[in-house]
């Protein structure tokens, strides 16, 4: 809008202009020719009027020149911001390239729990049985799994909104439960998926502070590194992901932290 407003009056200035120009034309008296005195008043009115004509078209030209000016700067806002949201699109691709691509890995429908429960092998979650317990399960195990696996149903098919007030309920219900670990840690990864940096920072800080021997930290402290990074804080994103690369070396979050690392000194 602001640049269509300078055009316009770069084209109303430029029809000014004009007008000045062309009133600058002496006007040719076809009179017969009088006395001297006659003459010399007619020359004298002709200068005297042409005079703030030349320097009223002195202005306009100067304001036309400004308006150019800021056309041209305009110009390269327009292509800067449209390059900035081209790169905010594609980041956004990816964010929801790897989320789906980490939730292909957690197995079918039948709750294969992620590597975080420190279940590798893939084959359904067997939870331990509870000392004094005649069974494997509680009720309130039974709940907290069901629990999750909706929850985890959810991310799955993209209902990112419900999922994280499922994640929620989940965590405030079960803080300390076989799932709570793994419910912090994708919570993060749904917001950080919605671009909300700041409410997945405080999730996967929290999973770190709340749940420091779950085999997810490395990830956690991984995705903290590429969320410092986002939000410009290079220097303590590098710190994040250095420390992921020397405290879980030969891990998947290590491996992914040294190629981001060399990704952020390409640029």
């Known amino acids: 809008m602001r640049l269509k407003r300078s055009v316009c009056s770069a084209f109303v200035l430029t029809s000014l202009v004009a007008s000045q120009v062309q009133a600058q034309v002496p006007v040719v008296d076809s009179r017969p020719s009088g006395s001297s005195s006659s003459v010399e008043n007619s020359h004298i009115h002709e200068s005297t009027s042409m005079e703030p004509a030349a320097g009223g078209s002195a202005h306009l030209l100067n304001l036309l020149d400004e308006l150019r000016q800021e056309v041209m700067t305009l110009r390269g806002q327009l292509e800067e911001q449209a390059y900035r949201i081209k790169q905010l699109q594609k980041e956004s691709r990816d964010r929801y390239l790897d989320l789906d691509q980490r939730i292909s890995r957690q197995g079918d429908s039948s709750i294969k729990v992620p590597a975080a429960t420190g279940n590798s092998s893939g084959s359904p979650l067997t939870l331990p049985a509870l000392v004094g317990s005649g069974s494997s399960v509680t009720e309130s195990d039974t709940r907290e799994e069901a629990a999750y696996q909706a929850a985890f149903s959810l991310i799955k098919d993209k209902r990112f909104d419900e999922a994280v007030v499922a994640l929620k309920k989940l965590l405030k219900d079960s803080p300390k439960g076989q799932f709570s670990d793994n419910a912090q840690y994708w919570l993060g990864e749904v917001q950080m998926a919605q671009g909300r940096y700041k409410e997945a920072r405080d999730d996967f800080q929290s999973l770190i502070d709340n749940y420091p021997d779950s085999p997810k930290v490395s990830d956690a402290t991984y995705k903290l590194g590429r969320i410092l990074d986002l939000q410009g804080e290079k ?17 998947a979050a290590a491996r992914l932290s040294d190629t981001y690392l060399r990704n952020m000194s390409d640029t």
Do not use: F, M, N, W
């Open 235 to 251: 220097d303590a994103a590098r710190k994040y992901l250095e420390s992921v690369i020397s405290q879980y070396p030969g891990s």
